[in-house]
């Protein structure tokens, strides 16, 4: 999926979990019971119509209080899903990039204001690009993916190193001046992933995983190869819609899956709730450094409205702070909130493309004692087409 698509998915998912849709305000009979039976209740009649298939994990001042699985994470070998089967991240990804950058700061390594030319000095066509504007998506670098779709072989794992060469012997224009403007870029986070490792002399495989994933707890999750045969304990694989029919097809590989730093990330929705505990600690970084990652950009003389911070969207409303991201990749759909006043969290990930985005606010509703309704839907069949 090229990077454009990404984004207005990303801007639909945003809009989904900004607002009530109908499907929250349908005429149709009330689920009674508790919070939890009535979460437990929407998802598994969300599974029941094929809207679903995935984990979930919720929780409440840093409590779990509902974790499951529905469904497959194999069609073909028909493996059930458990909260801990490890997801394909996709754009949720990023959010570790950042985190690994955000270490390398506090080790003194680096600094947000780098200019990235100081780490990856033959980008010399890209002048005036700090690392901070590409934790903040505000540099205006090209398109890598459209960069590899146009100038790459497609039969050959795309990769950091490749998208770097593609960059010096092309360079494409930027597309707006560094810091003028925001526009989500996968091709940042990719540079980011880049930069660690030429500053860590590790992959970026190794550094995550020494640096951040061992010390949260988080032992199942790590950066894939991207290659086929990829050996992933509780691995999910993603399937897609058939367009204009209702059957799922394998949509697990794509010749870009090998490129890391804006996806890439396996982990459960078990190591997903570490992740959000170890935030509230120093194990990693400081909580002053945290904070800073969760101050919104700002622009060139502080233009335009501002709400993502470091791998993270900020929202700040009626004083509550909520950080979240979506990711979309080869037929995953992932999601992570979190309300750092409350310390609650609500994970999602799911591998059939398919997910309405306004459980959220269901979710929501259930948790502040309130009912919440389900709007009935035609099931859709989960077979695989051949």
């Known amino acids: 999926m090229r990077a454009n698509q990404l984004l207005k998915i990303g801007v639909l998912f945003l809009g989904f979990l900004l607002s009530l849709n109908g499907f929250a305000q349908s005429d149709e009979a009330e689920t009674d019971g508790s919070a939890i039976a009535i979460i437990d209740n929407l998802f598994n009649e969300l599974h029941e119509k094929g809207r679903f298939n995935g984990t979930v994990l ?17 069609f073909i070998t028909k493996d059930t899903l458990t909260p801990a089967s490890v997801f394909r991240l996709a754009s949720v990804s990023k959010q570790f990039t950042a985190m690994g950058i955000m270490i390398l700061k506090e080790q003194g390594k680096l600094d947000y204001d780098d200019d990235i030319l100081k780490h990856l000095p033959e980008l010399s066509f890209y002048k005036g690009v700090s690392i901070r504007k590409l934790l903040w998506h505000t540099s205006g670098m090209p398109d890598y993916v459209d960069l590899l779709y146009k100038h790459a072989d497609e039969k050959v794992l795309a990769t950091n190193k490749k998208v770097i060469e593609l960059l010096v012997e092309h360079h494409p224009n930027f597309l707006f001046t560094p810091g003028e403007k925001y526009e989500y870029s996968n091709t940042g986070y990719n540079l980011l992933a880049s930069i660690i490792e030429r500053i860590s ?5 190794d550094f995550l995983r020494e640096n951040l994933f061992d010390k949260a707890g988080m032992t199942s999750s790590l950066v894939c190869t991207g290659k086929t045969d990829e050996d992933i304990y509780n691995r999910v694989f993603g399937y897609k819609y058939k367009s204009g029919t209702s059957k799922l097809k394998d949509s ?6 090998g ?25 990693l970084v400081s909580q002053a450094t945290i904070k800073e990652a969760f101050t919104p950009y700002t622009l060139n003389k502080n233009k335009g409205k501002s709400d993502y911070g470091f791998g ?22 992932t999601f992570i909130k979190r309300d750092l006043d409350s310390q609650s969290a609500v994970i999602i990930l799911n591998n059939t493309t398919d997910l309405p985005w306004y459980v959220t606010d269901l979710i929501a509703k259930s948790l502040d004692g309130k009912s919440v309704k389900i709007k009935k839907k035609k099931a859709l069949p989960r077979k695989l087409y051949k």
């Open 58 to 74: 919720i929780s409440d001042n840093n409590k779990v209080i509902y974790k499951k699985g529905f469904g497959y994470a194999n």
């Open 201 to 205: 002399g590790q992959s970026f495989r």
């Open 252 to 257: 697990d590989y794509d010749f870009l899956n």
């Open 259 to 283: 490129c890391v730093g804006d996806g890439a990330v396996y982990a459960s929705v078990e190591d997903l709730f570490k992740w959000d505990q170890v935030l509230y600690t120093d194990k």
């Open 312 to 333: 993270w969207n900020v929202k700040v409303k009626k004083g509550k702070t909520i950080v979240d991201h979506t990711g979309s990749w080869v037929g995953f759909l």
